[in-house]
């Protein structure tokens, strides 16, 4: 069995394009998308009625929630542009998703943790940035029923690969299309993968072995700057077209 694993395209069409593109070559039995899909100063509209089509298993992320919820103010500026920019297809899309799935007894799908839709799981948040967290910080996290062998989260946009005492293994396959952003909560920090690549993962399984594939994409990130930049939106400019968020 072989699975393509998707998140955080945050409406990034032309990233999300070059991912559809790769994973075609790669022939996976199914692609799973772990949420935020559509939220960003980008191609929310369109992105989301692309994803529609390609009609994969997908779970709600927090901002997929906030999309479809009660009007937002102007000054939360991302989720704002967001909702004046969804038809009401994808709107309806977006409410109709799961908060979590399970693709067999052993194979959980979640956008950020199993009982919250935006904490992060793996990383623990330390003045302006975040570390890796320890498997003691993480398993509190998992508290009370995440037994799952094989955990798919996404919402950090970093690509992970975690084993625990436990023998859980937590995959994160980073951001298809998002690859830095600032936050607020709990304080404010940055999150930067480093380079701006449409990051997805795969993850095949031979008999009772896994492998894992990390895997970072060339695409026309100009043109994603340029979207972002034209829409008022210096800083996810910045990171779309170099991977780190400006300080």
Same mark, same amino acid.
Request: glycine share 8%.
């Given at each position: 069995?072989?699975?393509?694993?998707?998140?955080?395209?945050?409406?990034?069409?032309?990233?999300?394009?070059?991912?559809?593109?790769?994973?075609?070559?790669?022939?996976?039995?199914?692609?799973?998308?772990?949420?935020?899909?559509?939220?960003?100063?980008?191609?929310?509209?369109?992105?989301?009625?692309?994803?529609?089509?390609?009609?994969?298993?997908?779970?709600?992320?927090?901002?997929?929630?906030?999309?479809?919820?009660?009007?937002?103010?102007?000054?939360?500026?991302?989720?704002?542009?967001?909702?004046?920019?969804?038809?009401?297809?994808?709107?309806?899309?977006? +409410?109709?998703? !799961?908060? &979590? #799935?399970?693709?067999?007894? =052993?194979?959980?799908?979640?956008?950020? %943790?199993?009982?919250?839709?935006?904490?992060?799981?793996?990383?623990?948040?330390?003045?302006?940035?975040?570390?890796?967290?320890?498997?003691?910080?993480?398993?509190?996290?998992?508290?009370?029923?995440?037994?799952?062998?094989?955990?798919?989260?996404?919402?950090?946009?970093?690509?992970?690969?975690?084993?625990?005492?436990?023998?859980?293994?937590?995959?994160?396959?980073?951001?298809?299309?998002?690859?830095?952003?600032?936050?607020?909560?709990?304080?404010?920090?940055?999150?930067? +993968?480093?380079? !701006?690549? &449409? #990051?997805?993962?795969?993850? =095949?399984?031979?008999?009772?072995?896994? %492998?894992?594939?990390?895997?970072?994409?060339?695409?026309?990130?100009?043109?994603?700057?340029?979207?972002?930049?034209?829409?008022?939106?210096?800083?996810?400019?910045?990171?779309?077209?170099?991977?780190?968020?400006?300080?």
């Amino acid at each position: 069995m072989k699975i393509a694993v998707v998140a955080d395209i945050h409406g990034n069409l032309p990233a999300l394009e070059a991912v559809i593109a790769d994973i075609a070559g790669e022939s996976p039995d199914m692609v799973v998308n772990l949420g935020d899909c559509v939220s960003g100063p980008l191609w929310p509209d369109e992105t989301g009625h692309l994803l529609m089509n390609e009609a994969w298993i997908t779970v709600r992320g927090n901002h997929d929630r906030i999309a479809f919820g009660p009007p937002v103010q102007r000054d939360n500026k991302t989720d704002y542009f967001t909702q004046l920019a969804l038809s009401s297809a994808v709107v309806d899309w977006l +409410a109709e998703l !799961p908060f &979590a #799935r399970h693709l067999d007894e =052993e194979t959980s799908l979640f956008h950020a %943790t199993p009982h919250e839709d935006d904490r992060y799981l793996t990383e623990t948040v330390i003045g302006e940035n975040a570390r890796l967290s320890s498997t003691t910080e993480i398993l509190g996290r998992l508290a009370d029923g995440a037994t799952s062998k094989l955990l798919l989260c996404g919402h950090t946009h970093i690509q992970r690969l975690i084993m625990l005492p436990t023998g859980q293994v937590i995959f994160n396959p980073g951001s298809v299309g998002c690859p830095a952003y600032s936050d607020e909560t709990p304080n404010h920090h940055v999150m930067e +993968a480093g380079s !701006p690549h &449409a #990051r997805y993962g795969l993850l =095949e399984k031979t008999g009772q072995l896994w %492998t894992y594939r990390h895997k970072a994409i060339d695409y026309d990130w100009a043109a994603a700057s340029k979207q972002a930049r034209n829409n008022g939106r210096e800083g996810w400019a910045h990171a779309l077209s170099t991977g780190f968020y400006p300080r």
